[in-house]
């Protein structure tokens, strides 16, 4: 490996950090924006958020794309039922921190690959390995385990976890870059998110300009908040391979839940620490076995590669 793609591949990992990071720490920022409801909060976070990708990709000159996406109503269309998906996803979120289930929320980011997977099968008929199934039932157990402790179904969690794999699904069929897709999904969410702001002050209900030039700069901030990781993983998932991003991936819930026990002092009876064990089972599973197909794959393109060569070198010979 060059010292330039060594260079790059440790740009890419920092930015990996970083994007996961933030949103691993992202349950500290939220409580700040009281006494903003979570409705306040998410009309605010979509507002600002637009403001914010707009004058990135102003610096950046990047608008080509916006042409393309315009002729093609199909695209358009996925991209406004994203922008609904993350609106759902991203107010239950606040709505879970600033009313004490960090944990809760945890949960649903860490069973979202076990849903993605489920989706896969149910949605593009994807077929499974036996590891992989072994995991979604272990999943499923763990639901089953946590309704029991609950007395009901951990619907955050799985509000969380539906949301985040349908947005996924649904940007993966758009193909467009994580800051693109974002302007496009806040450019829609935009004049919703505006009208409900000035209902609400016209209502004597907005918090904006009655707590502060502080509180107006940190509800501001919800859109930097939003954006900036966007873009520290954007950065990264151009530089490392998809496999290091699985991993990484997985310390956004590692910080919310150690926050939500250790910070905010959540209560974890022996049922919840039951249902994320098996939780964690099941993310075991997915990851060794997800790393053992991906050393299988490097192995047969080595050996293709070894075929290749002295073929080659016999027809130029």
């Not at 489920?118 to 946590?146: D, H, S």
């Not at 930097?224 to 990781?229: E, I, S």
């Not at 974890?268 to 997915?286: D, Q, T």
Request: glycine share 8%; proline share 5%; charged share 15%.
């Amino acid at each position: 490996m060059t010292g330039k793609s060594r260079g790059e591949r440790r740009i890419g990992l920092l930015n990996g950090f970083a994007a996961y990071g933030m949103w691993g720490l992202v349950p500290l920022f939220w409580p700040l924006l009281k006494p903003a409801g979570a409705v306040e909060i998410l009309a605010h976070r979509m507002a600002w958020s637009l403001v914010f990708v707009a004058v990135a990709l102003v610096v950046v000159r990047r608008w080509a794309w916006a042409g393309e996406l315009i002729r093609q109503p199909r695209r358009l269309a996925l991209v406004a039922v994203a922008a609904g998906v993350i609106t759902v996803n991203w107010g239950v979120y606040i709505w879970s921190v600033n009313t004490g289930h960090v944990v809760e929320a945890s949960l649903g980011y860490f069973i979202n690959p076990l849903v993605t997977i489920a989706m896969g099968v149910l949605l593009l008929k994807e077929r499974l390995r036996p590891v992989q199934w072994a995991a979604v039932a272990i999943g499923f157990a763990a639901v089953v385990v946590l309704t029991v402790g609950y007395g009901q179904p951990p619907w955050i969690s799985l509000v969380l976890a539906f949301s985040f794999a349908t947005y996924g699904l649904v940007k993966k069929k758009v193909n467009l870059g994580g800051v693109e897709s974002l302007a496009v999904e806040t450019a829609i969410q935009f004049l919703p998110a505006v009208a409900y702001l000035v209902w609400l002050t016209a209502q004597g209900e907005s918090t904006f300009t009655s707590e502060g030039p502080g509180h107006v700069a940190l509800l501001a901030a919800a859109g930097v908040v939003t954006a900036l990781p966007l873009v520290c993983f954007g950065a990264a998932a151009i530089r490392v391979p998809l496999s290091t991003l699985g991993l990484l991936q997985y310390l956004t819930p590692v910080f919310q839940f150690l926050l939500g026990v250790l910070y905010f002092h959540e209560a974890m009876p022996a049922e919840r620490w039951a249902g994320f064990a098996l939780v964690w089972l099941a993310l075991s599973l997915l990851t060794a076995d997800a790393w053992r197909s991906a050393r299988r794959s490097r192995v047969a393109e080595l050996n293709v590669e070894r075929v290749e060569k002295p073929a080659s070198a016999a027809v130029d010979a």
